[in-house]
């Protein structure tokens, strides 16, 4: 099995913080995304690539353990030790359960969209769940009836996902299980499923399974509460005359009205363009960030225009 470099699938230094991490992660994404790349499998796997790199880089744990395997790779690949028990011996215990979500799920058809080496080292499946979370009464007997533990699992979700909502599959234990996501779910919301934990002590009740959702991050557009944030090229003509762009949304697209003079760095706010809000009625707002793009290679035409025009306001 090769090393994962994810530093380098992402472009970026070893030290690098957790800002430029997600800047240059949304760059690649928005490169390689399949929306702009339909039927490019290479585009695919780099997109693939790219999220998996994400996952373990911006997560803390993940990426400690990943740097603590760099440094043992070597001793890893000449003794054969067990990578599963690398993983096992990193861990501090606990009764958690990383569900990663499925890439594949842009794409469709199955597979876990990680490569093997993500699945060996940070799990994604039933059986990592199996192995980690062990027999809930570690070998004791009781005489008393006792509930069975909770168990947490976290749940990736895609921001089509939690804007339009739906059901997702999953499976934990050889256990397969639907859930339903209402539309506005967001970063961190928890939802528990009754009796679906660990098995009960001495005919006590099943404990339960809290799932907790992760927002993954989006290319094009950037959360706040329930509104959405996205930056809009304009061309130098639009922005100081006006008119009419079209915007991408995340069921679909409108137009808009830019303002004669816009700036640079202008905001325009779309009331009601934003997410759902979860368990209510209406959506937040849409904010659209105005990046005023200059034209480039002039005409000797356009030249002479513009120096009439500053002449003008000059005037």
Sequence with gaps: ?????????????????????????????????????????????????????????????????????????????????????????????????????????????????????????????????????????????????????????????????????????????GQKMRIKIKPGAYDGLQLKIKGKGQPGINGGANGDLYIRFRLLPHPTFERRADDLIIEKEVDLYTAVLGGKINLPTLNGSLSINIPQGSNSGKMLRLKGKGMPIYGASGHGDLIVKLMVVLPKNLSEEEVRLFEKLRQIRKA
């Design 1 to 173: 099995m090769n090393y994962k470099d994810y530093y380098k699938i992402l472009g970026v230094s070893k030290d690098a913080d957790k800002a430029t991490i997600k800047k240059a992660y949304r760059k690649l994404a928005a490169k390689y995304h399949p929306d702009k790349n339909p039927g490019d499998k290479e585009a695919e796997e780099r997109f693939k690539a790219v999220n998996e790199a994400n996952q373990v880089l911006s997560d803390d744990q993940k990426r400690k353990k990943y740097e603590e395997l760099g440094a043992n790779w070597e001793a890893y690949q000449n003794t054969g030790y067990d990578p599963t028990q690398f993983q096992r011996s990193r861990s501090k215990g606990g009764q958690t359960f990383h569900f990663e979500g499925d890439p594949a799920d842009f794409f469709g058809g199955g597979g876990s969209g990680f490569s093997d080496f993500f699945e060996m080292f940070f799990g994604g499946g039933g059986t990592r769940a199996q192995d980690k979370f062990g027999d809930a009464t570690n070998g004791r007997r009781r005489a008393s009836t006792m509930k069975g533990r909770d168990i947490e699992a976290e749940m990736e979700i895609t921001f089509e996902q939690a804007y339009l909502g739906g059901m997702r599959s999953f499976e934990l234990n």
